[in-house]
């Protein structure tokens, strides 16, 4: 008899299957359950279900109700279902689960969203969110503070959270799908920009963070070498081309926030010139940024500059030529030119002399500079007019090559050079200082050459020689190899 009394507790309850007519009904304490004999308990006692303020449980297969939240039963007692389908029950009175009714994980609290965070959510079925009407697969964010209600219709996908950047930094976003930004712009799909507002940046749910970018700081002795990715107006409000190529300096910005359309090709060191210094600038850049091809451009200190993208520093950074009062420059127009009213044709080839300063014009060349050669009485030159190919000899006094000139060496006979090779240095010291004392005596004409001496060792020198000539015939004498 004491099986077939049950006392059940208050806030307890159990489940009871009446064989007859295969219902299985609910039976709530507090009470004492006298079971017949048609009857079965096949649950309980259990508690019944406790869901504290700020709480949630989600039942699988709920049972159907009314207009007044009651279940509904069919026409044989059962109460209907509706099976495969979830729901969430919040914060209420304790409450008992009919059959078929279970408990879907545990008892959950309520999800609060941080400040700067926001969940990211999921619509699993269509529906209408207070005026929103909701498709499956659409996404949202619900961002916080605040306390996330849930629904069986939404799934939470992700925890979102603001990215922080500090000044001299900016967010580059990519969108994920075409749809209008907070600041009212129309992006597209694939479309990247920057946030360069700083503070905190929760992105959008169509929008995702790609990276931190970073100012370069720029200092008057630095600037940033940028490239267009394509055609898009720059910070600055100014329009730049596909593959255009442009410095951003300090008398810009302090700080350059590359943008998501250009590309940094690199840092520009400033070039700086002394006022005896100068450089010419092949491909030089004009007022209005264009590159003027072919031509040349020659600055001069004190002076400095950035070298422009394009701009290119023939043979680097040169000094100003200082020529003394037995030294000149031997010069040659590479195109007309014009020099203190006297009219130069290209190729034209003169000469200017010392003592001065000289920085040679963009048209002019430098071919060679050129020393007075100082001759004793007793030694010599040969000079070749290159005009006429006429070969002279100069000797006994200091003298300048003209721009139409040039030295002239005497080939000797292999015989000599056979002999020379074979009498050490000594030697030919001594006979040298022999045959300049026969010389004055005999006033013979001696004149200075020079020619490849090969030593025992197979190694080249250059050797003064003087040579004591006749009409006839001519001997090598030698001094020392510088």
């Not at 019944?48 to 509904?72: D, T, W």
């Not at 200082?322 to 127009?333: D, K, P, Q, T, V």
Request: aromatic share 6%; glycine share 6%.
């Amino acid at each position: 008899m004491a099986l077939n009394v049950i006392r059940i507790k208050h806030l307890h309850y159990i489940h009871v299957l009446d064989s007859n007519s295969n219902v299985t009904r609910v039976e709530v304490g507090p009470q004492t359950f006298t079971r017949q004999e048609h009857e079965k308990v096949v649950l309980g006692p259990e508690e019944m279900l406790k869901i504290p303020p700020r709480h949630y449980v989600v039942i699988s297969n709920p049972v159907v109700r009314n207009e007044k939240s009651l279940p509904v039963t069919d026409d044989s007692g059962n109460v209907k279902l509706r099976f495969g389908d979830e729901e969430i029950r919040f914060d209420k009175d304790p409450f008992p689960l009919y059959p078929g009714e279970s408990v879907v994980g545990k008892v959950t609290p309520l999800q609060v969203v941080a400040p700067n965070t926001a969940l990211r959510l999921k619509a699993l079925r269509d529906f209408k969110d207070g005026e929103v009407e909701r498709k499956a697969g659409d996404e949202w964010l619900f961002p916080g503070p605040a306390t996330y209600i849930p629904r069986v219709e939404v799934q939470v996908t992700e925890i979102q959270r603001a990215t922080v950047f500090k000044e001299n930094q900016a967010l580059k976003l990519r969108a994920r799908r075409g749809h209008v930004d907070r600041a009212g712009v129309v992006r597209k799909a694939g479309e990247e920009w920057l946030v360069r507002e700083t503070g905190a940046y929760l992105p959008g749910v169509d929008e995702e963070i790609v990276e931190t970018v970073r100012a370069t700081v720029l200092t008057d002795k630095k600037a940033l070498h940028l490239r267009a990715i394509k055609t898009f107006v720059d910070v600055y409000g100014k329009e730049r081309k596909a593959g255009e190529e442009w410095l951003v300096t300090i008398s810009l910005a302090e700080t350059h926030i590359p943008d998501v359309y250009e590309e940094v090709v690199g840092e520009v060191k400033i070039t700086t010139l002394t006022g005896r210094q100068y450089a010419v600038i092949l491909d030089p850049i004009d007022a209005h940024g264009k590159p003027q091809f072919g031509k040349r451009e020659l600055r001069r200190g004190e002076v400095s500059f950035f070298l422009q993208p394009g701009e290119r520093l023939e043979n680097g950074i040169q000094n100003v030529h200082i020529l003394g009062e037995e030294e000149a420059l031997l010069l040659r127009a590479k195109e007309i030119y014009d020099e203190k009213g006297k009219h130069r044709l290209p190729g034209e080839r003169w000469m200017i002399h010392g003592p001065c300063d000289y920085v040679p014009p963009v048209a002019v060349e430098i071919l060679e500079k050129r020393k007075k050669i100082p001759l004793d009485e007793n030694e010599g030159i040969y000079v070749r007019d290159m005009k006429t190919g006429k070969v002279r000899v100069v000797r006994g006094s200091s003298y300048l090559l003209e721009p139409h000139e040039e030295l002239w060496e005497k080939e000797l006979p292999k015989s000599v050079e056979d002999l020379l090779s074979k009498l050490d240095r000594n030697a030919l010291k001594d006979r040298l200082s022999l045959l300049l004392v026969t010389s004055r005596e005999s006033s013979p004409t001696v004149l200075l050459t020079t020619l490849q001496f090969r030593s025992t060792t197979t190694t080249r020198r250059s050797l003064a020689l003087c040579l004591v000539l006749s009409s006839s015939c001519s001997i090598p004498m030698n001094t020392s190899p510088s």
